[in-house]
């Protein structure tokens, strides 16, 4: 007997007709949006779908994704979120109106070509559940074929004709309460009118100007938003930062805001108003109703258009603003994560302090801690010659190459300390001397982490190594901290803290990837950000590796419990064993090319480890020649470039600023003094440069380079070493400005920068007390002193906290 299959039902044919046409409408959306095929996006849609991590469809995948890099593809990520919560909204508001049975062609086609979420919702408005309203009351009572007649004919007397809609039993009682509905009728339907409301958005979006106010009796408390207490600007003009400043200030009930449309227009009819009356015919050429009708749609507009536009647009605004300001913080975290390590050597910390005496810590090549000690230089005890005696002593015995300086209180002066004690020691075993931002440090100290990684060591002390080790490896330690004080970012603690934890725990696996870890020293909260381990996973590792030893080979991660075929898949090419029994587990090779790898090997007639490094011979290998069913073009490039620099680190060599001695507090710093120091945060309006005087300055963007900058950050990042001159110095505000703009034009900006204007969130953000993170203003004047402990902190450190220790599923 012939076995038949039955045919997919049409119901079911229907669904995957619709799901297939969703997701090619969807691709092709993102493919535009990126630059690329999408072929390339479905490709990396259906990775992702499997569990696949950017990082290892960046590195791993490139044949399959077209060779879609590690930006794309977080664009690409974030992006396939928000079009597939669109579907879902398209596809629950279809459903919605079919089930009212209101649902028409040209329903559904608009439905379907709406692509945002705000033109679906104002598809939907006139179908959406909602309150018995007055529309709603007065259509119970008759009264829409009144609106109905009026509307169609001007030349009707409203009055008279709504003497026949009169009944007391409906709650009608005179022509007043009849045309008051009819009206309530008409404006709900004018302002659930999808085109006309879209029209009058993009109207407002052209023509809308944002207003603040100083509620009264504020100013006082208000100081800090004087900039905003009278002040207006375009909708479409105004920058993230001042507009996130005016939210705060009216979250903070210092400022009144609004969204103000043609308010100065001296025209009898407002254009929105005419906007309106034009959608249906509504002209005043003195017929009876024609008055009547022209006030519904002035009413229409102020009681109900332009109320509901403006929470729109401001709730655009505000989505707009935090977009930015999440990507600065990523941007700046990035640079922070990927700033160059000092290398493996034995470092001194110093957590600089004056009464409680500077804690000090030395950890060995690989971080561990080995020594500490208390000493106290300062006040009140003043003990110079003991705590030279101490340093010294423990830089010989423990071949200390680097000393790592806090930048907090007593830094400069620690500094000086260290920079007498190392003019005793010969040049030739000489250790440098680096100061080192220590935000975060305090924090970690006190951790569970470092309680587990230090059990026996003081709290204090326990902030010394993490400054030692932070020079060492600043991305092997930040991982560890639950960052409050980590101010990279602007107004950082204001915005979406769910979007921005996903950006930044985007920010902190891309860094890792992109760099690699020993696998046999990582901590668990470094293993944790790596491919495909979670948090449980990653500890799990660390539990194998501290039970059995040592990892010898990169296929013994499939021993460690609960790590599966899927997990080592996503991780093992981002794991580095030195010295172990495979050479090739010391590269960035993944193990599933490893044939593809010693294939090439054998073609130059060599072993792996004598041609590892060997360019010479590699270089004048063809690629396509390697090409096979399973590996392309990309993954064989990417493995002669791996074997030609082995375990290659993508930071930037390290160096350090020259602070100029003599210029350690605010007092110092002189209008004209060049100095060297180095960025600390970079914003929209510019960049926070340390120079050495606990409070940072401000290059403004204007003041960057000579040619003009749209975005600081394609001028500099944090970290980068620059060369800045002091343009004016506020000592009451503790502001400064500077320029990095050549010297021949220094003098015409000296006076160009003097002109304060409204700026964005000055500093460094939620910083550790050097930077503004209260400051709703920070324009070209330079940033204002921050307590260290604005309460609006805890929520982006929660955030960054989030971000950092999320447990992956």
């Known amino acids: 007997m012939t076995s038949v299959t039955a045919p997919e039902p049409t119901s079911q044919k229907s669904a995957n007709t619709l799901a297939a046409e969703t997701a090619l409408r969807i691709a092709r959306k993102i493919a535009d949006e990126i630059g690329c095929q999408a072929g390339q996006v479905n490709a990396t849609v259906h990775l992702l779908d499997e ?154 979006e052209t023509r809308g100007v944002v207003q603040s106010k100083l509620i009264d009796g504020m100013g006082d408390k208000g100081a800090k938003f ?126 600089p302090g004056i009464r409680t005496g500077v804690k000090v810590a030395v950890v060995d090549e690989t971080g561990k801690l080995i020594d500490t000690a208390t000493i106290y230089p300062f006040q009140p005890r003043n003990d110079l010659a003991g705590s030279r005696n101490t340093l010294l002593a423990l830089i010989a015995k423990h071949k200390v190459g680097l000393i790592a300086i806090g930048n907090g209180t007593a830094s400069r002066e620690t500094d000086k300390l260290t920079g007498d004690v190392l003019a005793d020691i010969p040049a030739a075993q000489r250790p440098v001397k680096v100061i080192v931002n220590e935000a975060g440090a ?93 948090d449980s996973l990653a ?39 030195n010295e172990g029994t495979e050479p090739l587990d010391s590269s960035s090779v993944h193990p599933e090319a490893y044939p593809l790898a010693k294939r090439i090997v054998k073609a130059c007639g060599r072993d792996v480890p004598h041609l590892m490094g060997d360019s010479g011979i590699l270089q004048n290998l063809e690629p396509k020649d390697f090409i096979d069913e399973k590996f392309g073009l990309p993954t064989v490039k990417d493995i002669l470039s791996e074997l030609e620099k082995p375990g290659r680190d993508p930071r930037p060599e390290f160096k350090t600023a020259a602070l100029q001695d003599g210029v350690e507090e605010i007092l110092d710093l002189k209008p004209g003094m060049k100095l060297e120091g180095t960025v600390t945060n970079v914003t929209n309006f510019g960049a926070f440069v340390d120079v050495g005087v606990h409070q940072d300055g401000l290059v403004h963007v ?61 500093g460094k953000g939620s910083g550790g007390g050097r930077g503004p993170g209260n400051a709703p203003h920070g324009g070209k004047g330079g940033p204002q002193k921050s307590s260290g402990n604005d309460g609006g902190n805890n929520a982006m450190a929660a955030a960054l906290a989030a971000a950092m220790n999320k447990k992956r599923k």
């Open 51 to 204: 569990g696949s991590t950017v990082p290892f469809i960046a590195r791993y995948r490139k044949e399959a994704t077209g060779g879609l890099d590690d930006s794309q593809l977080r664009k690409l990520e974030e992006r396939l979120i928000y079009l597939r919560e669109l579907e879902d909204r398209r596809g629950a508001i279809t459903r919605s109106i079919d089930e009212q049975g209101k649902m028409t062609e040209a329903l559904a086609a608009s439905i379907q070509a709406a692509e945002t979420k705000s033109q679906l919702e104002d598809i939907y408005l006139p179908f959406k559940k909602k309150r018995r309203t007055k529309a709603q009351i007065a259509r119970e009572a008759g009264l829409e074929p009144l609106a109905d007649l009026l509307l169609a004919d001007p030349g009707k007397t409203p009055e008279t004709e709504a003497a026949g809609f009169i009944d007391d039993a409906k709650g009608v009682a005179d022509t007043k309460a009849a045309l008051d509905g009819a009206r309530q009728i008409l404006m709900e339907r004018f302002a659930e009118n999808a085109e006309l409301v879209g029209r009058l958005r993009r109207y407002i």
């Open 226 to 351: 004087a900039d905003y207490f009278e002040y207006s600007e375009s909708w479409s003009k105004i920058p993230s930062h001042r507009a996130l400043a005016l939210f705060r200030g009216r979250n903070e009930g210092i400022l009144s805001v609004d969204l103000a449309v043609d308010a100065d227009d001296p025209a009898p009819i407002l254009p929105a108003v005419k906007m309106v009356a034009d959608t249906y015919g509504i002209v005043d050429q003195g017929r009876p109703a024609d008055k009547w009708l022209m006030d519904v749609a002035r009413f229409a507009w102020k009681v109900k258009l332009a109320l509901h536009l403006e929470l729109d647009l401001m709730g655009v605004l505000r989505d707009k603003a935090e977009e930015e300001a999440i990507q600065v913080f990523a941007k700046n975290l990035k640079d922070l994560l990927l700033a160059a390590p000092a290398g493996s050597k034995a470092t001194l910390g110093l957590d």
């Open 442 to 534: 305090s924090v970690y100290s006190a951790s569970e982490l470092a309680a587990k990684e230090m059990p026996d060591v003081d709290v204090s002390l326990r902030g010394a190594a993490s400054i030692a080790r932070r020079l060492q490896d600043p991305l092997a330690e930040l991982v560890k901290i639950e960052p409050k004080s980590i101010g990279v970012g602007q107004y950082q603690h204001d915005v979406n803290q769910t979007k921005l934890a996903r950006a930044l725990d985007a920010v902190v696996e891309d860094a890792v990837n992109a760099v690699g870890v020993d696998l046999n020293t990582a901590s668990s909260a470094l293993l944790s950000r790596i491919s495909g381990l979670s």
């Open 539 to 577: 500890k799990a590792v660390v539990e194998h590796r501290d039970t059995i030893g040592r990892f010898d080979k990169r296929s013994q991660l499939k021993d460690v419990p609960r790590l599966g075929a899927k997990a080592f898949e996503l991780c093992a090419g981002f794991l580095r064993i």
């Open 702 to 762: 204007s003041q960057l380079a000579d040619k003009f900058v749209g975005d600081p950050h394609t001028v500099v990042k944090a970290g980068d070493i620059v060369k800045v001159t002091i343009l004016e110095v506020d000592i009451p505000r503790k502001r400064i400005s500077m320029t990095m703009k050549s010297q021949a034009d220094y003098q015409g900006q000296k006076e160009r920068t003097a002109q304060n204007r409204p700026g964005g969130a000055g």
